[in-house]
């Protein structure tokens, strides 16, 4: 699969944008705030309907007096396949997917552009919350098999649902509103036990990639762990929980048990990394978790994701440059800097970023 080109109107600092992208590796240099991962931030949202950096799109249209819609398209070929994928970007209301123009939904353009990013906010996988967390093993399920993306998203939606009746309620449960929230229960219960079990699995098989991709990195070997910390005791499963935990549900007027409650608990040398590791080590293990993540995805795919890699190497010392480079192999690369790289980088193309245009120089 390559990304090849790639159009943009009114996208971030981009009025306009027509660029192709060779195979292998291309760098884009610029200095800060020129639009260098605005350029990275459109091919994801191409590739997956969302964006790394914020949750509405609002963000994404150019802002600028009667600019109401910005436009993403991109040509991607895999095989013998041409596919023209394109969004309509709208500021104030939901985007439109198309593939090769027809109306396309999240679950079946998952999967046919399989991405991988790295960015130095991935620090979050570490300091920041649970929430993080889930989002990073969802995301990378939702790329493995996109079936899941499916439950994620019915879970979501029945959670609102539920935490709206038990709202509605009050804490005083009649026999009417007893048996809808049977029924919501049983939703919940049925797609949390599934998107859990997933998770689970998910983590078992991340956990000697982690430690592999951590060698590879670090060229270090630490006792490295990765545990899915549930928020409700598996007995019975999610069903039995929700039984249980009812009672606290009315009280709070909210579902105090679930997939939503869950984290990923990552130990370094039997301590909890949240709150022990390094900088460095952080950073590293951040890495390593994305890192595994591409390789399981690609052996889940068949094929090596695209790779994003938005300003990588700035923190990093030289000799973890070099283990990242090493190991971060793909058929296409697209790479972005402000500043220096390891000097062994290998690329076949070199574009200038700044004030939202680009010029190939090399
Ligand atoms: N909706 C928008 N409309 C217009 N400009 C925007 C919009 N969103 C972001 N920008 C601007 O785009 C510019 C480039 O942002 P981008 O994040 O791509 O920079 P960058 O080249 O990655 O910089 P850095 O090296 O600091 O990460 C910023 O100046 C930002 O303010
Ligand atoms: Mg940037």
């Given at each position: 699969m390559r990304f090849k080109r790639l159009w943009l109107a009114d996208f971030r600092n981009y009025v306009h944008l027509d660029l192709e992208f060779p195979p292998g590796t291309s760098l884009f240099v610029g200095s800060n705030g020129e639009g260098k991962t605005n350029l990275l931030e459109a091919v994801f949202y191409l590739a997956t309907m969302t964006s790394f950096r914020v949750?509405?799109?609002?963000?994404?249209?150019?802002?600028?007096?009667?600019?109401a819609e910005a436009i993403v398209r991109g040509e991607v070929v895999t095989g013998q396949r041409e596919i023209l994928l394109e969004a309509a970007v709208r500021s104030g209301g939901r985007s439109q997917f198309q593939m090769n123009r027809q109306r396309v939904r999240r679950r079946d353009l998952l999967g046919v552009v399989p991405i991988s990013v790295f960015m130095p906010d991935d620090l979050v996988l570490l300091k920041g919350g649970p929430g993080d967390r889930r989002r990073f093993l969802d995301d990378a399920l939702s790329q493995i098999d996109p079936r899941l993306d499916v439950v994620r998203s019915e879970l979501e939606s029945v959670l609102r649902q539920r935490n709206a009746l038990l709202r509605q309620i009050g804490g005083r449960l009649n026999g009417d509103a007893a048996s809808t929230l049977d029924v919501w229960d049983q939703k919940f219960a049925e797609a949390g036990d599934a998107l859990t079990a997933a998770r689970r699995e998910l983590v078992t098989r991340l956990q000697p990639r982690a430690l592999q991709a951590y060698w590879d990195i670090a060229a270090r070997e630490v006792h490295l762990g990765l545990d899915y910390a549930?928020?409700?005791?598996?007995?019975?499963g999610l069903g039995e929980a929700l039984a249980r935990a009812r009672r606290e549900d009315l009280r709070r007027a909210a579902t105090t048990v679930g997939p939503h409650r869950d984290d990923l608990v990552v130990w370094i040398e039997g301590r909890?990394?949240?709150?022990?590791?390094s900088q460095g080590e952080q950073r590293s293990l951040a890495l390593s978790l994305r890192l595994a993540v591409h390789r399981e995805v690609a052996a889940a795919a068949g094929q090596t994701p695209l790779l994003l890699l938005d300003d990588?190497?700035?923190?990093?010392d030289p000799d973890r440059s070099r283990g990242v480079l090493h190991a971060l192999q793909s058929e296409q690369t697209l790479l972005t800097t402000a500043g220096a790289l390891p000097p062994e980088i290998d690329y076949n193309a070199r574009f200038r970023v700044a004030g939202g245009r680009i010029v190939r120089e090399v």
């Amino acid at each position: 699969m390559r990304f090849k080109r790639l159009w943009l109107a009114d996208f971030r600092n981009y009025v306009h944008l027509d660029l192709e992208f060779p195979p292998g590796t291309s760098l884009f240099v610029g200095s800060n705030g020129e639009g260098k991962t605005n350029l990275l931030e459109a091919v994801f949202y191409l590739a997956t309907m969302t964006s790394f950096r914020v949750g509405s799109s609002e963000a994404l249209v150019r802002s600028a007096d009667g600019t109401a819609e910005a436009i993403v398209r991109g040509e991607v070929v895999t095989g013998q396949r041409e596919i023209l994928l394109e969004a309509a970007v709208r500021s104030g209301g939901r985007s439109q997917f198309q593939m090769n123009r027809q109306r396309v939904r999240r679950r079946d353009l998952l999967g046919v552009v399989p991405i991988s990013v790295f960015m130095p906010d991935d620090l979050v996988l570490l300091k920041g919350g649970p929430g993080d967390r889930r989002r990073f093993l969802d995301d990378a399920l939702s790329q493995i098999d996109p079936r899941l993306d499916v439950v994620r998203s019915e879970l979501e939606s029945v959670l609102r649902q539920r935490n709206a009746l038990l709202r509605q309620i009050g804490g005083r449960l009649n026999g009417d509103a007893a048996s809808t929230l049977d029924v919501w229960d049983q939703k919940f219960a049925e797609a949390g036990d599934a998107l859990t079990a997933a998770r689970r699995e998910l983590v078992t098989r991340l956990q000697p990639r982690a430690l592999q991709a951590y060698w590879d990195i670090a060229a270090r070997e630490v006792h490295l762990g990765l545990d899915y910390a549930s928020s409700w005791a598996p007995e019975g499963g999610l069903g039995e929980a929700l039984a249980r935990a009812r009672r606290e549900d009315l009280r709070r007027a909210a579902t105090t048990v679930g997939p939503h409650r869950d984290d990923l608990v990552v130990w370094i040398e039997g301590r909890p990394a949240r709150t022990h590791a390094s900088q460095g080590e952080q950073r590293s293990l951040a890495l390593s978790l994305r890192l595994a993540v591409h390789r399981e995805v690609a052996a889940a795919a068949g094929q090596t994701p695209l790779l994003l890699l938005d300003d990588v190497f700035s923190e990093l010392d030289p000799d973890r440059s070099r283990g990242v480079l090493h190991a971060l192999q793909s058929e296409q690369t697209l790479l972005t800097t402000a500043g220096a790289l390891p000097p062994e980088i290998d690329y076949n193309a070199r574009f200038r970023v700044a004030g939202g245009r680009i010029v190939r120089e090399v």
